[in-house]
């Protein structure tokens, strides 16, 4: 911050000049993409000066931390980088609860915190919020701005960054717009994409998949009192924003800095592939979404150059990179590691770790820069997203596989333990995704409702080893919030009909706080999975060789279930082992280039033939 402000003050810049050298640096490009999008030049000259309020409005102290970021790039990658995500209402009631509530966010060890969607959304019509019907408007039991401002403040003070979720795909159909669309407002429905008939839409059915195809099977909805069909990629009561009206375009970027000036670090846009849309395509991915997204860039770059972009991309990997960017023109800081994730739950069930090694190939393969979002579960399913290309060489053919998973994890199949439940199961493609907490995945649900304490102790390590092998991975590690006690399903969301046909709520139960006050009783299930995890966390903060942007490679072990995952960094190295099986294994590596000692035993080990107790795992840092 000195620097960059010094900089500034030697370069005998005020704050009017430092946006100016900013708009300067970005406006060719800038200029020269919405144009291409919209050809409208006073819209464009709109956006400048509102770029230019935005910045004005924007507090000192947001300013100085923008200067401190700008002037180091590098500031998120570091080795302490820890997030948790959750929603208000469950964690702490609303957002003066979750201020109080920072001392325990410090003692997990988390410096990032994904507030979920908290803007104001319709009672029953809201998809967990992701339905936003006033983007400037907090929910009111949760809050207000103001509240969201002195909540961002106090993290900030404490060093810990704020996330939130930008819903730029739709709007909720109670959004002033949508309401004056629906009254046939021409303005107002050019904004969405309104139809007389079904005859577009019909012609858009052929080639765009389905989301919820059976919560909320098609793409469009029917509203019989404007005689209009409209698109609703999602909920029927999420009407698509149309992003080739550039005054959507416009208002939309004043939105997503109004909220940036509130104090927010990182902004997480949600649904990203699907902003853009053109008849005879998927709809997703297409090339102006890539457009929109570099120009939201630069457009924070100049206004609020601090904030990162987080991409909700749940994709195949060959669509996710894309999002980055290049270096010269980048998109999304971070994206999440969602093929990671999947293929890590295929590991979970086939104790396998064959295709996760050659997932995890890929991912290192790519430019240290790119920085994944690195999580086992988040607040939505687990869509099993593999690459069945390689499976199917092993005999596993995609319907067959998906149908073994679903029934594993359900605890049907193949020595399961876990506990869950299926999420838009299609009777026709037959497909189905997942949802179910870490803890119930990893038997810990069945364990404590058959109060057997053999399965209990596997149960646990399970969860522990695979918390430890995703903070090796290469990214950032976000857990989800009771993860970190080890929290279990919870089955009340089938008795409030508003969520009752949503099982992803299953995996979102409200925070245990009694049971929070077991974490440090080493007797107990929280106990064990808080002091773990605490261990983990205090060797990743204290060691550089975890940072984001450190070399990281796969080692093969010889052994079908122990992955083994190296890092290195300026001179430092680690290695971790991570046992996939119920079984004692033996990792057939052959490391001779020094002594080493295992992180978490404080033992001496060497890297050579280790023996792994079932579910067990190592981080081996060469001395
Ligand atoms: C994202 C959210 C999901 C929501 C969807 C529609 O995928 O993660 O929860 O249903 O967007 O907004």
């Known amino acids: 911050m000195k620097n960059e402000n010094k900089k500034n003050r030697a370069q005998g810049l005020n704050e009017d000049e430092v946006f100016q050298k900013r708009l300067e640096k970005h406006c060719d490009e800038l200029k020269w993409l919405y144009m291409e ?66 001392d325990y966010i410090e003692q997990c060890n988390v410096n990032y915190i994904h507030l979920m969607p908290f803007l104001d959304t319709p009672k029953g019509r809201s998809d967990g919020g992701y339905a936003v019907s006033d983007f400037r408007k907090v929910q009111e039991e949760l809050g207000s701005m103001e509240d969201l401002e002195r909540l961002t403040a106090a993290c900030h003070r404490k060093k810990i960054n704020v996330c939130m979720d930008f819903v730029m795909n739709h709007t909720s159909e109670d959004h002033e717009w949508a309401k004056k669309a629906r009254q046939g407002e021409g303005e107002y429905m050019s904004r969405y994409f309104f139809f007389e008939n079904s005859y577009e839409p019909s012609l858009y059915e052929k080639t765009v998949p389905q989301v919820f195809p059976t919560t909320a099977p098609g793409n469009f909805t029917w509203i019989a009192d404007a005689g209009h069909f409209v698109m609703t990629t999602f909920y029927p009561y999420q009407w698509d924003l149309n992003y080739k009206n550039p005054r959507v375009f416009n208002e939309m970027m004043y939105n997503f800095l109004y909220l940036a000036n509130r104090g927010i670090d990182i902004i997480r846009i949600d649904a990203v592939p699907y902003i853009w849309k053109e008849l005879n395509t998927s709809c997703r991915n297409l090339p102006q979404v890539h457009t929109i997204v570099r120009m939201m860039r630069i457009i924070s770059e100049i206004v609020c150059p601090g904030i990162l972009l987080l991409g ?60 994944f979002l690195n999580y086992l579960r988040c607040h939505d399913d687990i869509g099993w997203g593999l690459d069945y290309g390689s499976l199917l060489e092993e005999g596993m053919e995609e319907r067959s596989h998906k149908q073994y998973l679903n029934d594993f994890f359900q605890g049907y199949a193949g020595e399961s333990n876990s506990r869950g439940e299926l999420y838009n199961a299609d009777p026709i493609t037959g497909d189905a995704r997942f949802c ?58 089938k008795e409030d009909p508003d969520k009752a046909e949503d099982s992803r709520y299953i995996h979102r139960g409200a925070m245990k706080w009694d049971l929070a006050g077991n974490v440090m009783d080493m007797d107990t ?99």
């Open 37 to 102: 999008l919209y050809r409208n030049d006073s819209m464009f000259a709109e956006l400048c000066d509102h770029m230019k309020q935005f910045y004005q409005e924007r507090n000192k102290t947001l300013k100085k931390l923008d200067g401190k970021r700008e002037a180091d790039p590098n500031w998120y990658k570091q080795n302490d980088m820890l997030g948790m995500m959750f929603y208000i209402n469950n964690f702490a009631g609303n957002m003066k609860g979750v201020k109080d509530k920072l």
């Open 312 to 371: 909700e991309v749940v994709m195949e990997p060959e669509k996710v990179v894309p999002y980055f960017g290049t270096v010269e023109k980048p998109e999304c800081h971070m994206l999440y590691n969602v093929t990671t994730m999947a293929t890590t739950w295929h590991t979970v069930a086939t104790r396998d770790v064959k295709l996760l090694k050659k997932q995890l190939d890929i991912v290192n393969s790519l430019p240290k820069d790119y920085v």
């Open 436 to 493: 179910g907490t870490t803890a119930s995945m990893c038997g810990i649900e069945k364990a404590g409702f058959e109060q057997n304490s053999q399965a209990m102790e596997k149960a646990v390590r399970q969860d522990l080893m695979l918390h430890a092998y995703m903070f090796m991975q290469s990214g950032i590690p976000v857990l989800y919030s009771g993860d970190e006690i080890g929290q279990v399903n919870d089955y009340t969301y």
């Open 525 to 623: 299930v929280e106990g064990k999975i808080f002091q773990g995890l605490d261990k983990l966390e205090k060797i990743r903060k204290a060691e550089k060789v975890f940072v984001s942007n450190a070399d990281t490679w796969t080692i093969e072990t010889w052994d079908k279930s122990v992955l083994c995952i190296g890092r290195y960094f300026e001179g430092h190295k680690i290695i971790g082992l991570f046992n996939f099986s119920e079984y004692d294994k033996t990792a057939w590596i052959n490391e001779t280039d020094g002594d080493y000692v295992e992180l978490i035993s404080g033992n001496e080990m060497q890297p050579i033939g280790v023996n792994i107790p079932a579910y067990g795992y190592y981080y081996l840092k060469k001395k």
